[in-house]
């Protein structure tokens, strides 16, 4: 289905996560010496957008679809992923994960932003009018405008490359 535009920030932002998620798979297996600038990314990204991504799908956006009974369970597994996740990025910003918990985090991040993309997105487009939809625009702008407009760039170690 088409995104509708409302929603295009969001999914941008989702873009950032999955590539961030490609380059840890096709990293795989990480080296333990390689640890420490994977987590270094992943705090960066969490600390310039992913927090702020966040908060405003559980101010804005799942409220919206929390509208439409079809969808509450949908929005409540998500919110739960959300805390899950949390505590991977905290353990990332602790530099506490292993190769195993960072391939386990990148799984994780896939699935939730699928889940979003093609569950949440997808009802709530097929649910919510025009109107609605550019209303929920409005206030997601706003509530992402704190969050950095590019992706984080790699850092030498955390750069993939085809030699891999």
Known sequence: MLRDKSLIPLS???QHALALCVRIDRATPVPNADLE????EIAQHFQQEISIHFAAEESVLFPAAREFAEL???VEE???EHAVLCEDFASAQ????TAQSLR???????AHVRKEERQLFEGMQKRMSGESLAKLGLHLDNALKDAAQACVLPSETTR???KR
Not at 37 to 40: D, E, S, T
């Open 12 to 14: 941008h932002q989702h």
């Open 37 to 40: 600038a994977w987590q270094a």
């Open 72 to 74: 509450a369970p949908v």
């Open 78 to 80: 998500l919110l739960a």
């Open 94 to 97: 602790e530099r506490r994960m």
């Open 104 to 110: 386990a985090f990148a799984q994780r991040l896939t």
């Open 160 to 162: 993939w490359t085809a």
